[in-house]
């Protein structure tokens, strides 16, 4: 097996012939493609860069694969913050993606978010991503809400694929948002340890893990206070840099609870 294709430094591609490290969820699921529907597809994988070379890799993709629309898929609701939320989880990843790709040219820039209270363990006040929710409605940035089931080939086969990735490497640590959406999808409820990253904070499993919610990219794009800051990095190290120094000088809104 070859190791994938690069197209140029930070882009590589990966089909079910590729071959990587003991952690490699992306060849496994070019895998699985292959095996259970008979599609030979590429994944692409981006290096860890700042948001100018990010850009260029899905402005490339874009043009290569002659591509009109772009759904960014996050698990957990982190990505709709924009920066002064009691937490922001693990903003950094999240907002070098939707900020390159809000710069593409796209007809259609969308965003989907899914397991809502997977990242318990960040100290997200789910109050402050409702209060985030309810601005992008107000602004007609809501798409809509649909619902992962199991009972759907969708639905379906997501539970396989995420099971035959986690049976490929036992030895890794599996996806912690994925796990959630498993256990949310075998209709669990309440705290739950599902490895040993979450004995010290149990996640709380509910149906609201299985509801994508869908945005207007832009607007989420445009809520965020510190995108700014890092438009112009080259490198992810001086875009966490950049951020850190934005989030010392931005005090946090305290913990805010809602009555339901």
């Given amino acids: 097996m070859n190791s994938g294709i690069w197209h140029g430094e930070g882009l590589l591609e990966v089909s079910a ?17 292959k095996e259970r529907l008979q599609r030979d597809i590429s994944l692409w994988c981006l290096a860890a860069t700042g948001m100018e070379p990010l850009r260029e890799h899905y402005a490339y993709l874009v043009e290569r694969l002659q591509i009109d629309t772009v759904l960014v898929v996050d698990g957990g ?4 913050l924009r920066g002064d939320e009691h ?22 820039k969308l965003l989907a978010s899914v397991a809502f209270g997977a990242e318990r363990w960040d100290k997200i006040a789910h109050a402050q991503a409702l209060r985030r929710i309810a601005d992008l409605t107000r602004t007609n940035a809501l798409l809509g809400v649909s619902t992962l089931l199991d009972t759907t080939n ?16 036992p030895e890794q640590r599996p996806s912690i948002v994925v796990s ?7 209709g669990e409820f309440g705290e739950r340890v ?5 004995e010290a ?24 206070l510190f995108l700014p800051v890092l438009r112009d990095t080259q490198t992810i190290a001086d875009a966490a840099d950049r951020l850190q120094e934005w989030m010392r000088q931005q005090p946090p809104q305290p913990w805010e609870r809602i009555p339901i």
């Fill in 194 to 198: 599902l490895n040993a990253y979450t």
């Fill in 180 to 186: 959630a959406l498993l256990s949310a999808l075998r």
């Fill in 17 to 33: 012939r590729s071959g990587g490290p003991s952690y490699f969820p992306e060849g496994y699921l070019a895998r699985w493609f």
């Fill in 154 to 169: 969708e639905g379906r086969q997501f539970v396989e694929a995420a099971n035959f990735i986690f049976e490929q490497q």
């Fill in 77 to 80: 609701v982190d990505l709709l």
């Fill in 87 to 108: 937490s922001l989880g693990t903003p950094l990843w999240d907002a070098l993606t939707v900020g390159a790709v809000s710069q593409l040219e796209v007809p259609r």
């Fill in 201 to 224: 904070t149990p996640l709380w499993i509910s149906p609201l893990l299985c509801l994508y919610w869908f945005f207007d990219l832009r607007a989420v794009a445009e809520q965020k």
